[in-house]
T-cell receptor, first 114, second 114 residues
Framework: KQEVTQIPAALSVPEGENLVLNCSFT??????LQWFRQDPGKGLTSLLL?????REQTSGRLNASLDKSSGRSTLYIAASQPGDSATYLC?????????????FGAGTILRVKS | EPEVTQTPSHQVTQMGQEVILRCVPI?????FYWYRQILGQKVEFLVS????????KSEIFDDQFSVERPDGSNFTLKIRSTKLEDSAMYFC????????????FGEGSWLTVV
C-alpha cells in the first residue's frame, strides 16, 4: 500500500527565507508526483507536476525535485512571502499496482511571518 | 485558466437524507474524480470515472455512494442515506490523459451531517 509522508508537519519562517518541504513515498512505482497548495477551507491548487521520468520542475519561485529510487520529493520555495502561507500537500499518482489515483500526504502547514 | 466548479459550497443535511454534490469538470477533460477530506485528515480518493463508467473506486465508496454524468458537462456524487461520518469536504477533480496530466481540483463542497 502506498504511503506518503510529509515533513515537517508545520513550519514558521520569516519573510524572505528560502525553505524546503519534504515528501516521501513508500513505493517508487508511481506515474507522477504532484504538489498542491491548500488555503484554509479552500480547494487544492496544483503547483507543480513531476512525471516519473523527470528530475525536477520549476514554476516561478517554486522548484520541485523527484528522486524515485529513494522515494523522495522536495518543494523548494525561494524568497518566501506572507502570501505563501498555506498548507502544502504532495500526492503520488500510483501506477498499476495502486490504480490511477492520487495518494496524499498529510501536508506541511507553512506560515511566513512579515 | 479553466477550472473545476462545484456546487453547493456548503450543505447541511440531516442524517439519513440523500445528498447530491455537483461538479462541472474542465471541458476537454476525460477523467473525473471525487476525493474527500475529513476535517484534520488526509485527502482520500473515492472514485474515478471514465467513458461513462466507474474505472476505480476505494473501499469508502460503498453502496450508499453513486456517481453520474447526466449530460455532457456535469458530474455528480450522490450519497443515498447520509451518516454523521460522511461529514467532510468533497472535492471533484478532472484530468486529461490519466497518469500523464495534472489533476485539477475544484474548491470543494463542505458537507455537514447533523
Amino acid at each position: 500500500k502506498q504511503e506518503v509522508t510529509q515533513i515537517p508537519a508545520a513550519l514558521s519562517v520569516p519573510e524572505g527565507e528560502n525553505l524546503v518541504l519534504n515528501c516521501s513515498f513508500t513505493d517508487s512505482a508511481i506515474y507522477n508526483l504532484q504538489w498542491f497548495r491548500q488555503d484554509p477551507g479552500k480547494g487544492l491548487t496544483s503547483l507543480l507536476l513531476i512525471q516519473s521520468s523527470q528530475r525536477e520542475q520549476t514554476s516561478g519561485r517554486l522548484n520541485a525535485s523527484l528522486d524515485k529510487s529513494s522515494g523522495r520529493s522536495t518543494l523548494y520555495i525561494a524568497a518566501s512571502q506572507p502570501g505563501d502561507s498555506a498548507t502544502y500537500l504532495c500526492a503520488a499518482l500510483g501506477g498499476y499496482l495502486y490504480g490511477n489515483k492520487l495518494v496524499f500526504g498529510a501536508g506541511t502547514i507553512l506560515r511566513v511571518k512579515s | 485558466e479553466p477550472e473545476v466548479t462545484q456546487t453547493p459550497s456548503h450543505q447541511v443535511t440531516q442524517m439519513g437524507q440523500e445528498v447530491i454534490l455537483r461538479c462541472v469538470p474542465i471541458s476537454n477533460h476525460l477523467y473525473f474524480y471525487w476525493y474527500r477530506q475529513i476535517l484534520g485528515q488526509k485527502v482520500e480518493f473515492l472514485v474515478s470515472f471514465y467513458n461513462n463508467e466507474i474505472s476505480e473506486k476505494s473501499e469508502i465508496f460503498d453502496d450508499q455512494f453513486s456517481v453520474e454524468r447526466p449530460d455532457g458537462s456535469n458530474f455528480t456524487l450522490k450519497i443515498r442515506s447520509t451518516k454523521l461520518e460522511d461529514s467532510a469536504m468533497y472535492f471533484c477533480a478532472s484530468s486529461g490523459l490519466q497518469g500523464k496530466n495534472t489533476i485539477y481540483f475544484g474548491e470543494g463542497s463542505w458537507l455537514t451531517v447533523v
